[in-house]
RNA sequence: GGUCGCAUAGCUCAGCUGGAUAGAGCACCUGCCUUCUAAGCAGGCGGUCCCAGGUUCGAAUCCUGGUGCGAUCACCA
């Protein structure tokens, strides 16, 4: 299947037996489109063996190689570049073998597979989720897909940040202001509306604050003393201490922003096998630091507040457990990691967290190692960048959000306004209509946020709408549907019977090699945690094909020429309808 | 200030472990629906790859220094 080594053992045996070198590893690169040749030897790295000029010692391998390899039938050698051209029954034996294998390009989980588990979105229950979020859930539900595509078992989590002062704010001002309305009587979403409580918190607060420094008070002084920040506090200890109408008013409360997060969540098409909350694991992670302080890996200040040194590591000092016993994040997150491994004996686990947190995750995998857990070389930070607006960092107290539903919304809107002016689907049922809008309009938005490299800071301008054209989820959706078209036309039982022997013109050539590639990219892109790869990989294919497709005729009179091109096509389609299915998008009969 | 990250066309982004004349999309301009879906295709315009050194046959890519932007350095999460 892999050329280059044949290639490669080919070449070697040659410089062995002709110069007596041994030559370990070889430079092959694809064949630029000006030149002709499918696949390129560089020769200049050679030149450290063999004592010659570049042209002189591509031309012996040249003549070499298509004396030597089968499936090579030509070469042309340009300064130190050896192109070679591969045979036309190469491509066709080529196209069978993809087009029989099951699932090509993905591998099977077997009893031997890694146990990986994925955390994402992890929100705080204050308020709803937001573009920041978007990126978060589709990261984390897309590298789950695609490794799984890479023979791994994966479990997907959450921690949902339920505890906290965040959440008590939101409690606080309900019951001050809230007359007893609740989602149902205001017909808001539950995290709208909690959200909501959490905005006149902060509203009030300022008012506090600001009555305060009028009395003469520094600005300081005044944000720890305003009145309603003191009651929330109050409120969190009460919490703490188990008290039974908070807590009832922080499950109703909670309540209300999980089932405005399910919906989101089946909007965004994710999922997950296990939540984990963080009043219930805050408290785990204490007996391990405490253990860590047994076996001398942390030490005690004074105050009795316990810390690990890290200096050595080139970190600082960070703490672990306050004076007062009192957990901080990453005492919660010690313990978290190691209940999950526990849970579902794991052997590695990603963090899909924003690259904000770096300093966190280098520090708390340092800790799992020093504690002495061997799968603490497992653990991955997914490290992504923010989501910017034209004007900055999404800040939720100034008001500058993007919603998230309500951009989902937007996104199937404009969906529907282009689809009704196209006209292609009017004949389809309401309810087939509507589902159609809702793939493409969220295959625009997933597919705007996957495509770039996520770990790099993305711009999104609410201004300008997320594009249906060029390098988009439609495009790629659209061509997957033109290809269905094609199948229902095109009256041929089976698509996988190849039986050809014209030559091949170069976009076909192009078509295969390009599908050849499949298997490596997803690999790749499961090495590195990274959805774009899947994205240019698509892209890419999706232009060849379109490119193919509107020079060439595929329903033609020849039979045998059909049978061939509508192979070819299906096997697009296919490759098309497995990637997007590994970002989360779907792949339409039609648009 | 220390640490980490980023800087490529007017805008948004690709560019794999160094390889041929740096690529797409959007925008702008020109063609193509009497043949399989024009959310498409063919083409044009557009670059000091932040700057300066270095490494070598060869640097957008690696190294050093600088500039700019961002993140982080909490008994917040």
Redesign the pocket.
């Known amino acids: 299947m892999d050329m280059t080594h044949s290639i490669e053992n080919s070449v070697k045996d040659y410089l062995q037996k002709k110069y007596e070198v041994t030559v370990e590893s070889f430079?092959?690169?694809?064949?630029?489109k000006?030149?002709e040749?499918d696949i390129?030897l560089?020769v200049?790295?050679l030149?450290?063996y063999v004592k010659t000029n570049?042209v002189k010692l591509g031309e012996e391998l040249g003549e070499h190689l298509v004396k030597d390899v089968e499936q090579i039938c030509a070469f042309n050698v340009?300064?130190?570049?050896?192109?070679l051209s591969f045979t036309n029954s190469f491509f066709v034996n080529q196209l069978e073998e993809i087009i029989t294998t099951q699932d090509f390009g993905t591998q099977q989980k077997d009893e031997k597979s890694d146990k990986m588990m994925v955390e994402f979105s992890?929100p705080?229950t204050n308020k709803p989720l937001h573009l920041g979020h978007v990126r978060n859930n589709l990261l984390g539900h897309s590298v789950s897909e695609i490794l799984k595509a890479n023979g791994k078992e994966v479990f997907k989590t959450q921690i949902i940040?339920d505890?906290?002062?965040?959440i008590c704010k939101s409690m606080l001002a309900w019951q001050k202001f809230g007359q007893g309305e609740t989602p149902e009587s205001t017909e808001m979403k539950g995290d709208h509306f909690v959200g909501k409580y959490y905005v006149i918190f902060d509203q009030k607060y300022k008012v506090e604050i600001k009555e305060l420094i009028e009395k003469g008070h520094t600005e300081e002084e005044a944000k720890k003393q305003a009145p309603l920040l003191l009651e929330a506090q109050k409120l969190l200890k009460k919490w703490e201490e188990n008290d039974t109408e908070t807590v009832a008013l922080w499950q109703k409360m909670n309540n209300w922003v999980y089932e405005g997060f399910e919906k989101t969540y089946s909007d965004l098409g994710v999922d997950f096998d296990k939540n984990y909350y963080?009043s219930e694991t805050?408290i785990l992670g204490k007996e391990f630091v405490l253990k860590g302080l047994k076996d001398g890996i942390f030490y005690k200040?004074e105050?009795?507040?316990i810390w690990v040194d890290l200096s050595e590591d080139?970190?600082?000092e960070?703490?672990l457990l306050?004076?007062?016993g009192?957990?901080?994040?990453?005492?919660?997150d010690i313990g978290t990691a190691i209940q999950r491994v526990k849970d579902f004996q794991i052997n590695g686990l990603v963090y899909t967290v924003?690259?904000?947190?770096?300093?966190?995750f280098k520090v708390l995998f340092l800790i799992l190692k020093k504690l002495g857990f061997a799968w603490a070389e497992h653990l991955y930070h997914l490290s992504y960048?923010?989501v910017?607006l034209?004007d900055?960092?999404m800040k939720s107290r100034e008001g500058t959000v993007v919603d998230a539903d309500q951009l989902i919304e937007e996104m199937v809107t404009?969906?529907q306004e282009?689809?009704e002016e196209?006209g292609?689907?009017d004949d389809l049922e309401k309810e087939e209509k509507q589902k159609?809008?809702q793939a493409?309009g969220k295959g625009?938005l997933k597919y705007?946020i996957l495509?770039?490299?996520?770990?790099?800071?993305?711009?999104?301008?609410p201004k300008?709408s997320i594009?249906?054209?060029?390098?988009?989820g439609?495009?790629i959706?659209?061509?997957h549907?033109?290809?269905?078209?094609?199948k229902?036309?095109?009256n041929i039982a089976d698509f996988s019977v190849i039986d050809y022997k014209n030559a091949l013109d170069l976009k076909e050539k192009d078509i295969i090699k390009h599908l050849l590639k499949l298997p490596?990219t997803i690999a790749?892109a499961g090495d590195e945690l990274?959805p774009?790869?899947i994205c240019?990989y698509t892209?890419?294919l999706?232009?060849l094909?379109?490119?193919?497709?509107?020079?060439?005729?595929?329903?033609?009179e020849d039979k045998n020429v059909?049978q061939f091109?509508i192979s070819i096509a299906d096997q697009v389609a296919k490759t098309i309808a497995l990637n997007l299915n590994l970002l989360g998008i779907e792949s339409?009969?039609?648009?």
Do not use: C, W
């Not at 924003?354 to 966190?360: K, M, S, W």
């Open positions: 430079e092959f690169q694809q064949t630029r000006e030149f040749g390129t560089v200049f790295p030149l450290r570049p340009i300064k130190g570049f050896l192109n992890s705080n940040n505890r906290g002062i965040h963080e805050y200040k105050d009795g507040s080139g970190l600082d960070k703490l306050r004076a007062d009192t957990s901080v994040y990453i005492t919660q924003g690259n904000e947190q770096d300093y966190h960048g923010m910017e034209p900055g960092k404009s969906a282009i689809a196209l292609k689907i159609l809008y493409i625009a705007f495509k770039v490299d996520p770990r790099k800071n993305m711009l999104f301008d300008e594009d249906f054209q060029g390098n988009t439609p495009f959706q659209y061509t549907a033109r290809i269905q078209s094609l229902r036309k095109a490596s790749q990274n774009a790869l240019n892209y890419d999706v232009k094909f379109n490119s193919f497709y509107q020079n060439s005729p595929i329903i033609i059909t091109r339409p009969q039609r648009m």
